[in-house]
């Protein structure tokens, strides 16, 4: 990996868990709630959250934009979603849901210089990135931007891992690889345990189906471990979405871009010791 890859790679690292604490945050299943969304579960605020952008998308285009998700799934939640709450109901009460789960993490630090300084970095990346053909990215990126610091970096933080997002799909159908296979194969290569990803809603039978076809491929064992064909594939996803990721990040001078991990550095540290994320995700972070 070039030293630049590998630079887009960390600030990756860095800025995920400051997007990602939405989903888990006991503030956020507050905020879904008061919009009449169910919180015994997850996946209800996660859809609605995260395709609100979108405006009211049916299943077809959340499917599309979402990728690894069971088409199966995303029709339980997509776009029945929309009659409990509107699109735009929901993104006053994402950016609440932000405000007060970053106030609950980090206290008085947001109305610190540091913050501030973090997301003006942060946000001329965000800002700097071609969202062209890239939906999700896009969807946020016109959102208007806030004032406060702290939810102008939770938003630079999406608008960049959302466009990382778009190009990540973009690598994987160049790889040929559908939405299945590209669990199974990440699977293979150990970024999680074959049961993590039961999450995205694919049958036994479509797991075991998509097995099937990339051992025809030659990239899995009879065990379901990668090939070391299966293997430089995913290296090359994996090498393709950092390089399609990189546009943003020519916005800073590189000693902005180091300025910011030491900035972001603390935060990233303070919501991994919160526990509000799972132990094991999908992300495959610090394993390909």
């Known amino acids: 990996m070039s030293d630049e890859l590998g630079r887009v790679r960390r600030m990756w690292h860095l800025l995920e868990p400051l997007h990602a604490v939405l989903y888990f945050a006991p503030e956020a299943f507050d905020e879904a709630a008061g919009l009449g969304h169910a919180v015994d ?95 999700l990215a896009a969807a946020n990126a016109a959102l208007p931007w806030p004032e406060a610091p702290h939810l102008v970096l939770w938003q630079a933080a999406t608008v960049l891992r959302e466009h990382r997002g778009d190009g990540h799909l973009r690598a994987l159908v160049s790889a040929g690889l559908d939405p299945v296979e590209s669990l199974v194969s990440f699977a293979a290569v150990g970024a999680a345990r074959p049961e993590v990803f039961e999450s995205r809603g694919w049958s036994g039978a479509e797991w075991s189906a998509a097995r099937e076809r990339l051992l025809e491929r030659g990239l899995l064992e009879e065990d379901g471990t ?61 394993k390909v």
């Open 226 to 286: 990668a090939t070391d064909a299966g293997r430089a594939l995913r290296a090359e996803v994996e090498r393709r979405t950092d390089e399609l990721a990189t546009d943003p990040w020519s916005a800073l001078e590189p000693a902005e871009q180091e300025r910011l991990v030491e900035l972001l550095g603390p935060l990233w540290v303070e919501v991994l010791s919160s526990r509000l994320l799972p132990s094991e995700t999908m992300l495959g972070i610090g």
């Open 41 to 135: 579960e997850r996946w209800p605020s996660y859809f609605a959250w995260r395709a609100a952008p979108l405006g009211a998308a049916g299943a077809g285009r959340v499917t599309e934009t979402f990728f690894g998700f069971s088409p199966a799934m995303i029709a339980r939640y997509v776009p029945d979603g929309w009659s409990v709450a509107s699109p735009e109901a929901v993104l006053a009460a994402r950016t609440r849901a932000v405000d007060r789960t970053y106030r609950a993490l980090f206290s008085d630090r947001v109305h610190g210089p540091e913050f501030a300084e973090a997301a003006g970095l942060a946000r001329r990346a965000a800002r700097a990135a071609d969202v062209t053909g890239r939906p």
